[in-house]
């Protein structure tokens, strides 16, 4: 077992993250002195392809705009690397490594279940804005090119029937964590979560996932609306589709009442999205369940 490496200034994202990645740090420096003392190794994170506290090199196997400033990039590991695979929880984030002006970005491997076999580790999707250094950076990325990747980080844990409903409200690529937890969800027989899903999006072409979404609706514990400011008359949907030509306001949330303390809520979006939807559930609402920020 190797001791961590302590990480540099450079790789704190700086975003507030829970937990940061001088937590982790102390984390597996603690795990580390553990097997030291007693040699007692701990599964966690030893056996996994990418690690929280040094660089693994993926291979991008392609790269795709799959709407309008959106990217698709399939990354895997090195050949004739190690065995192990590349794990992580749903909701969970990996740091990828920017040298030209060194700092990291946080992005969500996802993983499909009907792309188990296909042969890639894992996909993000990143969004490009204009000024943005990072994200130019990986849409601009070919086949071939090499990415340095570090984690997985994150804090939230699927538990089984542990909450009644669990509602989520995603905006743009915000919805990408939530969709690895429903298909978890959704993939144990044994859950009785109901998940309520409320996702808006500029306009439509960059809803993410609606293949995935319209197939989910078949369960009988999943619901979902797709809220879109603008929807061109012409636009082709699915039968019965939920998409909702207005944006998404506090109101259309006031619908779920009642609420109470076996509900979950789960936000992601951007900074400003997310603090005033957590502000709405706590000070205007009273919202006496759980509510986790992404």
Same mark, same amino acid.
């Given at each position: 077992?190797?001791?961590?490496?302590?990480?540099?200034?450079?790789?704190?994202?700086?975003?507030?993250?829970?937990?940061?990645?001088?937590?982790?740090?102390?984390?597996?420096?603690?795990?580390?002195?553990?097997?030291?003392?007693?040699? %007692?190794?701990?599964?966690?994170? $030893?056996?996994?392809? =990418?690690?929280? *506290?040094?660089?693994?090199?993926?291979?991008?196997?392609?790269?795709?705009?799959?709407?309008?400033?959106?990217?698709? =990039?399939?990354?895997?590991?090195?050949?004739?690397?190690?065995?192990?695979?590349? +794990?992580?929880?749903? @909701?969970?984030?990996?740091?990828?490594?920017?040298?030209?002006?060194?700092?990291?970005?946080?992005?969500?491997?996802?993983?499909?279940?009907?792309?188990?076999?296909?042969?890639?580790?894992?996909?993000?999707?990143?969004?490009?804005?204009?000024? @943005?250094?990072?994200?130019?950076? $990986?849409?601009?990325?070919?086949?071939?090119? %090499?990415?340095?990747?570090? @984690?997985?980080?994150?804090?939230?844990?699927? *538990?089984?029937?542990?909450?009644?409903?669990?509602?989520?409200?995603?905006? @743009?690529?915000?919805?990408?964590?939530?969709?690895?937890?429903?298909?978890?969800?959704?993939?144990?027989?044994?859950?009785?979560?109901?998940? +309520?899903?409320?996702?808006?999006?500029?306009?439509?072409?960059?809803?993410?996932?609606?293949?995935?979404?319209?197939?989910?609706?078949?369960?009988?514990?999943?619901?979902?609306?797709?809220?879109?400011?603008? +929807?061109?008359?012409?636009?082709?949907?699915?039968?019965?589709?939920?998409?909702?030509?207005?944006? $998404?306001?506090?109101?259309? +949330? =006031?619908?779920?009442?009642?609420?109470?303390?076996?509900?979950?809520?789960?936000?992601?979006?951007?900074?400003?999205?997310?603090?005033?939807?957590?502000?709405?559930?706590?000070?205007?609402?009273?919202?006496?369940?759980?509510?986790?920020?992404?």
């Amino acid at each position: 077992m190797k001791p961590p490496i302590e990480p540099n200034r450079e790789d704190c994202c700086n975003s507030g993250c829970n937990p940061c990645i001088f937590d982790i740090y102390e984390k597996q420096l603690a795990i580390y002195k553990k097997y030291q003392e007693t040699g %007692e190794k701990s599964d966690m994170y $030893l056996q996994n392809a =990418i690690s929280q *506290t040094e660089y693994t090199t993926f291979i991008v196997i392609s790269n795709t705009e799959i709407c309008v400033s959106h990217n698709l =990039i399939l990354l895997k590991k090195m050949p004739n690397t190690n065995s192990q695979t590349v +794990v992580w929880n749903p @909701g969970d984030h990996f740091l990828v490594k920017y040298n030209s002006v060194p700092c990291t970005r946080a992005y969500t491997p996802v993983k499909l279940k009907r792309q188990n076999h296909d042969d890639f580790d894992f996909s993000i999707i990143v969004k490009k804005y204009t000024h @943005g250094l990072v994200s130019n950076y $990986l849409c601009d990325l070919k086949s071939g090119d %090499e990415t340095l990747w570090r @984690g997985p980080y994150g804090f939230y844990e699927v *538990t089984r029937n542990k909450f009644n409903r669990i509602i989520m409200v995603a905006q @743009g690529t915000g919805i990408l964590p939530f969709v690895s937890i429903i298909e978890k969800i959704l993939s144990d027989e044994d859950d009785m979560t109901k998940l +309520v899903l409320y996702y808006c999006c500029q306009n439509i072409s960059t809803v993410l996932f609606r293949d995935e979404l319209y197939t989910y609706q078949c369960y009988w514990n999943f619901t979902y609306k797709i809220f879109i400011n603008d +929807v061109p008359e012409k636009t082709c949907h699915k039968y019965r589709e939920p998409i909702t030509s207005h944006k $998404l306001h506090f109101k259309d +949330v =006031i619908e779920l009442e009642p609420f109470s303390i076996h509900d979950q809520f789960m936000i992601c979006g951007s900074s400003k999205f997310i603090k005033d939807y957590e502000t709405f559930l706590k000070n205007e609402n009273g919202f006496p369940g759980n509510i986790i920020l992404f």
